[in-house]
């Protein structure tokens, strides 16, 4: 056992033989997503190619969109393929239109 003469060596002996704890940052994102979906109609003159152009040149339906995302329930997770199609992994974002009754739609 080694003889400690003073006060600077004891706060060596310390430093040395002493068991001193180090702090840890933990860190974990969760990521949740709302899924809101609307019913609108569409001038039956809209073909089904313009249907994309014309929802992009009558934006009504993003208001109408936005109100629903309000009450929509928070779900764990990414929601990757919980609506068909929507699959896009490294948007933050998604929105599609889907033609009811055809095999029609897209991403907006």
């Given at each position: 056992?080694?003889?400690i003469?003073?006060?600077?060596?004891?706060?060596?002996?310390?430093?040395?033989?002493?068991?001193?704890?180090?702090?840890?940052?933990?860190?974990?994102?969760?990521?949740?997503?709302?899924?809101?979906?609307?019913?609108?109609?569409?001038?039956?003159?809209?073909?089904?190619?313009?249907?994309?152009?014309?929802?992009w040149?009558?934006?009504?339906?993003?208001?109408?969109?936005?109100?629903?995302?309000?009450?929509?329930?928070?779900?764990?997770?990414?929601?990757?393929?919980?609506?068909?199609?929507?699959?896009?992994?490294?948007?933050?974002?998604?929105?599609?239109?889907?033609?009811?009754?055809?095999?029609?739609?897209?991403?907006?």
């Open positions: 056992m080694a003889i003469n003073n006060e600077q060596e004891t706060k060596e002996y310390l430093q040395k033989y002493t068991t001193t704890m180090r702090k840890v940052t933990i860190t974990e994102r969760r990521v949740y997503h709302k899924v809101a979906k609307i019913t609108m109609e569409i001038p039956n003159d809209i073909t089904l190619e313009e249907t994309a152009e014309w929802l040149g009558n934006d009504a339906w993003e208001q109408a969109l936005d109100d629903k995302f309000e009450t929509a329930e928070l779900e764990y997770g990414t929601g990757l393929d919980e609506v068909p199609n929507m699959n896009e992994i490294e948007a933050d974002r998604e929105t599609r239109y889907d033609v009811i009754n055809e095999k029609w739609g897209g991403h907006l």
